[in-house]
């Protein structure tokens, strides 16, 4: 634990996905317990770097992360991320991540941030807040989609205040 902040992953299985991409799914713990908020900042794809700062947003999901509550976003651009909003003193689970990879690769590098913004001055939550929250997805899914941004002029993602940056490696369980 760097800062009061931990992510760790345990691999399950591999899943089939379309050649020559492979998905594994895996454990994804996110830990805070720091005495502040943070953002913990995943690549969408193992093969790519962990986003800091993006000047082509194309969309933003906000997914639900738990029947107990909370959220999560999937930002939409090259290179994708998720972002993980995580209280004080509180940790996220997902028991069945699915980790993407165009490769053999088994890792990947986590940012923990205090702020992410969008167009320079909004915080994420902050957005998030303004925006309608439904259910759009399948009730069925583990992770139900709660909202979808497709911004019609440039937009764009800052990772700020980072904390620390380390690397996750899907081990198994």
């Not at 995580?86 to 993407?100: Q, Y």
């Not at 957005?127 to 989609?145: A, I, Y």
Request: aromatic residues 10%; contains cysteine.
């Amino acid at each position: 634990m760097t800062n009061g902040l931990n992510a760790t992953a345990a691999f399950a299985y591999e899943a089939p996905g379309k050649p020559p991409m492979r998905v594994l799914v895996g454990e994804l713990r996110l830990t805070n317990a720091s005495p502040e908020a943070a953002y913990f900042v995943l690549p969408y794809f193992l093969d790519e770097p962990a986003l800091e700062q993006s000047d082509r947003v194309e969309a933003v999901e906000v997914f639900k992360a738990s029947s107990r509550g909370g959220i999560y976003f999937a930002i939409h651009r090259h290179p994708a991320c998720y972002v993980f909003p995580v209280e004080p003193g509180a940790s996220l689970t997902f028991p069945s991540w699915r980790f993407m990879t165009w490769s053999d690769k088994l890792e990947c590098s986590v940012r923990a941030a205090r702020s992410v913004v969008l167009n320079g001055s909004v915080p994420l939550l902050q957005w998030v807040s303004e925006q309608k929250l439904e259910d759009l997805g399948d009730p069925s899914d583990e992770h139900p989609l709660l909202a979808t941004w497709e911004p019609e002029e440039k937009a764009s993602l800052s990772v700020r205040d980072v904390i620390v940056e380390f690397p996750i490696r899907l081990s198994r369980a």
